[in-house]
């Protein structure tokens, strides 16, 4: 659509900063020129009474960034762009990690990347790296300046060094950006305390309990726990202040157009600084309305399109990862709805099926993970998520009442029986973990745990029993071939490829005490790591496991994430099955979630269409002639197959 005015003001901005419409930077014009009309109509819908030079802002800041993004990076982005949804393949396999845990600093991770090619990894997400203060950080999500790296990590010159050497490398970064709120500590924050009422603006702040008490009737509690409630009492400015996560970390105020403009700027700081994948955290929660849960409300989704359409236009080349955690239903719009649909997000993490796993493997029942994946095959072309088996937060259990129901349990007992196995409370489980966030008032509850304890591995080592340890081996593989094979970029969570079982050394510090998350946040022993290359070891078990998986995720394209993904009916409830597609090739993928072998017909490789006669399962290299339905092949306890037509 031409819209004679606005077509004039981008014109003219563009002009004046000496933009080459017909010449380099055409594509850039060209972008531009696409996308006008959307920011401007997001723009309006979320401040429409601000004047026309409040857009021109806007409009400044997106030349800007284009203007001092590198070549190097400009040159990136041609390439994704000729690549057509580079995101999307097989050939990107994620690793999160805190660079302290792992090995203490920036310059020192440079020479770890060839331990990350060694497994086959290729994006890192590193945990939050700006400055925090020390003992308020929430894990680095209280920042204190977006964009200073944090001394405990280097540098943000050593940011610098080791993006170039990714680079190198052919390796991609993804790092977050914390739009939701900024520590306490953050200048804003201190102008606001000192009582500058335009910072003061820039934050949720009340003289009396007025409006936070209507707010509470209607907002959930985060952390009931360790931080109940959503509002903070400043003694200094004698004001409440909105603070949904902890107390130290207070809520930005997106009604006022400063607020985006200023975080606008930070997100394309990231982008200018070579990150590939942003990693928008906790954006379910950035728009508050009174008489709201002030979750998932639709100016939050105003606020993502509108940067989507932004960096499209100055930082092409970087996709949006929305960390929001919340039920498969509104997962769905985080990808953009009606005119927007694949225009928001690029990413989101399929929190559900990443639950639904762990309910597989505690149950031995796949029924509640088959009952869902109607909602999740909703996500449209284009987009993708972030498979994972943990991260480093809890594990919900978010998952609909109504799957449980469907898979003929009974919603309540069922999550309550998932929460005692995990947290070992139930006598005949295996795993250690602990219940986090516990909610007295609603019975809710997360699990802490690392993917090793939560499978055995640490009772197991402490029983002496190889053949228990051999079984939670069998569960940690089992665990990662299914979200690494599902469809999406699977995101390994640092120390998990060398079996790490839970740290209770955070009970002894105060600054992480009161949040046992950190139980599944580890320090990496590189003498433990080295075993990774000692044969028969735990460690070499499941670091050899995985790099298998990520090697055969690599080889074929029908792991890329082009809703090329069908479940196949096994008639075994202890069983999923399924198929990955790419033009004439398919891949079936097995897995047995429980305790006993499974005997399953060979008429399910006819199931979809004809099959071919022989078949190859992947792992063992064993070919496998088709059968009758009549005859059996069988699944061990707690393993995968991953059958290729030969
Ligand atoms: C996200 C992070 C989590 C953090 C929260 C508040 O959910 O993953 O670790 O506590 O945001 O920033």
Known sequence: MYETKLHQLVNNCLQECEINIGGEDNLFYT????????????????????AAADFKVLISCIIAAYKSRSSILKAKDLAKEREGHWYLSNHITGM??????????????????????????????LMPLMESPEGESDGGYAVSDFRKVDKKFGSTENLVELQQKMINEDMYLMLDVVLNHTSHKHEWAMKARAGDKCYQDYFYMYQDRTVPDEFEKTMPEIFPESSPGNFT???????????????????????NPEVFMEMLEVVFFYANHGVDI?????????????????QNLPKAHTILRLI????????????????????????????GSGSFTSKECDFAYNATQMALQWDALATGNTKIMLAAQHELLQKPFGTSWITYVRCHDDIGLGYDDYMIRNAGFNPYEHRKFLKEYYSGSYN??????????????????????????????????????????ATSINKILLMQAHSL?????????????????????????????????????????????????????????????????INIRKSYPAFGDFKNLTWVAAHNDHVAIYLRTFDEEKVYCLFNFSAETAYLSWDIFRQNGPASDSLVECISGKSYQLLSGAENIVLPAFKFYIMKSG
């Open 31 to 50: 972008r531009f020129v696409a996308n006008t009309s959307a920011i401007h109509f997001l723009y309006n819908e979320l401040y429409q009474d601000r």
């Open 96 to 125: 999160s990690l805190y660079v302290d845990k792992f090995c203490g600093n920036l310059e020192n991770l440079e020479d770890k990347l060839g331990y990350f090619k060694k497994l086959g990894v290729n994006l890192l997400h």
């Open 233 to 255: 009492w400043s003694d200094e400015c004698k004001q409440w202040v909105m603070t949904v996560f902890h107390g130290y970390q207070w809520d930005l105020n997106y009604k």
């Open 278 to 294: 942003l990693r928008i955290d906790a954006p379910a929660f950035i728009w508050k309305e009174l008489g709201t849960t002030c």
């Open 308 to 335: 989507k359409q932004c960096i499209e236009i100055a930082t092409p080349g970087m996709a949006l990862l929305g960390e929001a955690i919340v039920a498969p239903n509104e997962i769905m719009k985080y990808f």
């Open 428 to 469: 005949l489980s295996p795993a250690s973990g602990a219940l986090f966030s516990v909610n007295p008032k609603t019975q809710d509850a997360r699990i802490s745990g690392t993917l090793a304890s939560l499978c055995g591995l640490e009772k197991a080592i402490n029983s002496g029993d190889d053949s228990f340890i």
């Open 485 to 549: 094979l599902l469809g999406g970029i699977p995101m390994l969570f640092y120390g998990d490829e060398a079996g790490y079982t839970n740290d209770y050394s955070y009970k002894n510090d105060p600054a992480t005490s009161y949040d046992n998350r950190w139980m599944h946040r580890p320090i990496i022993d590189w003498t433990k790591n080295k075993k990774v290359d000692k044969e028969g070891t735990v460690e070499q078990q499941i670091f050899s496991g995985l790099q298998k998986l």
